[in-house]
């Protein structure tokens, strides 16, 4: 197995939200998460819309500050470094997000948004910026000609390009992919993740990558996160994931993906109930009010996420673990 690039313990972030008479709750939008990056994977991270994921993501990178727990690289926690110190590590770290369009000043041209990073950390030589962006947007499959265009000027997958150019100008080991494909054309959505493949091999990347589409999490990944309700549920190889998956969400989950072939019957898998507030969430699992095999322990105690099998993690009181 790769050695081990990143290790996130015990992660959580909440949200204050106050009412319009006053009330404050909290929301906890990632909730005591943990689990480890290795070298040259790409771990993709998949749950319903408004899980956390994002928020996670945004959190590893300190985009947003975590509430509370550790990220771990090099021996030394991250989170706990002051600005000028975890600067070196924004190079190290970087972010592809959803929406090329809203990712990318409409003010800058593409030469600019690609300099900027250069920049800001501290590269002053003219011709070294303009070397660097020129062999970068090659890379990625832009024309060095349009590099004097402005975002609007694009189309989405040219826009989605410039994204990856700017996150891998500087060079980063580890880059987070924030469902980077799915604002785009399902034609243009294999070029790009191909584009990610390649460009992971090449420069020898560790990917993040997030998305709530099995298929395309299946094609790009080596491990798979199940995600819901800010808590990870079940960890595992990618194709274990899908041959044998554990946690009754997940079970859930992969039942929900469409299947091109009319004449292929599966078991469909219909949760009951609703889905707990998640500004007052139940004690207990989250998932135990939609689950078809809940025990009454679930509404009681929270299952911790536990090794079942040869790195195969799952939170579920139907697993007793190692």
Avoid at 80 to 92: I, Q, S, T
Avoid at 293 to 310: G, Q
Wanted: charged share 25%; aromatic share 6%; hydrophobic share 40%.
């Amino acid at each position: 197995m790769s050695s081990l690039l990143m290790e996130v313990r015990n992660l959580s972030k909440r949200f204050i939200v106050e009412e319009e008479w006053g009330e404050k709750l909290a929301l906890d939008a990632v909730n005591d998460v943990s689990f480890s990056i290795f070298q040259g994977e790409t771990l993709g991270l998949v749950g319903e819309t408004g899980c956390g994921k994002s928020t996670l993501g945004r959190c590893i990178l300190r985009l947003l500050e975590p509430t509370s727990g550790a990220i771990i690289m090099d021996g030394q926690d991250i989170l706990r470094l002051p600005p000028r110190e975890f600067k070196k590590y924004r190079r190290r770290m970087q972010i592809v997000f959803q929406d090329p369009f809203a990712s990318l000043s409409p003010r800058k041209t593409a030469y600019a948004i690609l300099e900027e990073p250069l920049l800001i950390h501290g590269e002053k030589n003219s011709r070294i910026r303009r070397e660097r962006v020129q062999e970068i947007a090659s890379r990625v499959g832009l024309e060095i000609k349009s590099l004097s265009n402005y975002p609007h000027e694009f189309s989405g997958g040219q826009r989605q390009r410039i994204g990856i150019a700017r996150a891998l100008i500087l060079q980063p080991e580890f880059v987070i992919c924030d469902e980077p494909v799915s604002a785009l054309d399902v034609s243009i959505q294999a070029q790009i993740l191909n584009l990610l493949s390649e460009l992971q091999e090449t420069m020898h990347l560790t990917y993040l990558f997030i998305s709530h589409d099995l298929s395309v999490v299946r094609h790009i990944s080596n491990r798979i996160a199940v995600m819901y309700m800010g808590k990870i549920v079940e960890i595992a190889e990618k194709e274990e994931i899908f041959s044998t998956p554990l946690h009754p969400y997940t079970r859930a989950l992969l039942a929900s993906v469409p299947i091109p072939d009319p004449k292929i019957k599966r078991e469909r898998i219909l949760l009951e109930g609703d889905p707990p507030s998640p500004f007052q969430p139940l004690p207990g699992c989250r998932f135990h009010t939609r689950c078809l095999l809940r025990m009454d322990m679930c509404a009681e105690i929270t299952p911790e996420l536990k090794v079942i099998d040869h790195g195969h993690f799952v939170a579920c009181h139907l697993y007793g673990g190692e």
